[in-house]
């Protein structure tokens, strides 16, 4: 990994219940950027003391994937993902997880665009996403009594999450407005790292100085940024 670009991970998780003190994570799913496909853990394969168990997967995985990240993006991650990791990380007792810089979609979406529903399976019909994999109720209570197979099925569901927020970021990453900075070079794209910047004329904010707008120039990205004159110059 190049000096100073940002590791960028994309994540799921599958839960017992909407709460974390009373329910669990029965998996978690992820992807690197440049990676071609997810991985995804479990607590069968993490096993702890008893079934439902989560402390080994969630030690696991906050030491071997989320303190690695600089950027985790997420589909609805700040209302659930997130503060649904943290708390069970705080039961078990680990030490606090890095402050990974973080950017959930679903906010992004929720404020800036207008669809009928902002869930990741409506988002994917209309933007042409890899579509959601549903899973049965059924299989999150067959997992409570040990079924394998429900296991499974709720792991390729996450797998499918992951790969979907994958595809939505990079539709949606041009719209977002200060996205997370994945490189610190103001001759390169924030978003893509690209270096074919053109400048677009003068950015006006409600902030004092000067500024200009750019735009990558990658057909692929196309985001709008903005740089300080003397990083023009
Ligand atoms: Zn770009």
């Given amino acids: 990994m190049a000096e100073g670009k940002a590791k960028l991970l994309f994540w799921d998780i599958e839960t017992r219940g909407l709460v974390a003190d009373y329910g669990s994570i029965f998996c978690i799913g992820w992807q690197w950027e440049g990676e071609k496909k997810p991985h995804v853990v479990s607590i069968l394969d993490k096993p702890g003391r008893h079934p439902l168990d989560d402390s080994k997967m969630v030690k696991w995985f906050i030491e071997h994937v989320w303190n690695k990240a600089d950027v985790a993006v997420g589909w609805y991650s700040g209302g659930h993902d997130e503060p649904f990791l943290r708390t069970r990380a705080i039961i078990h007792r680990f030490p606090a997880p890095k402050p990974v ?115 990558c120039q990658n057909p692929g990205c196309l985001a709008w940024d903005t740089r300080t004159l003397k990083e023009v110059e």
């Fill in 101 to 215: 810089t973080t950017l959930d979609l679903w906010g992004k979406v929720w404020k800036r665009f207008k669809f009928s529903k902002n869930s990741l399976h409506n988002i994917s019909q209309h933007l042409g996403l890899p579509p959601k994999i549903w899973s049965k109720s059924t299989d999150f209570e067959a997992i409570l009594y040990g079924d394998k197979k429900a296991m499974k099925r709720i792991c390729t569901h996450c797998l499918r999450d992951v790969e979907t927020t994958v595809a939505a970021w990079k539709r949606f990453a041009p719209y977002v407005t200060t996205h997370p900075r994945l490189n610190h070079d103001p001759g390169k794209c924030r978003v893509c790292g690209s270096e074919k910047l053109q400048l677009r004329g003068n950015y006006f904010s409600a902030a004092k100085g000067r500024a200009k707008r750019v735009q």
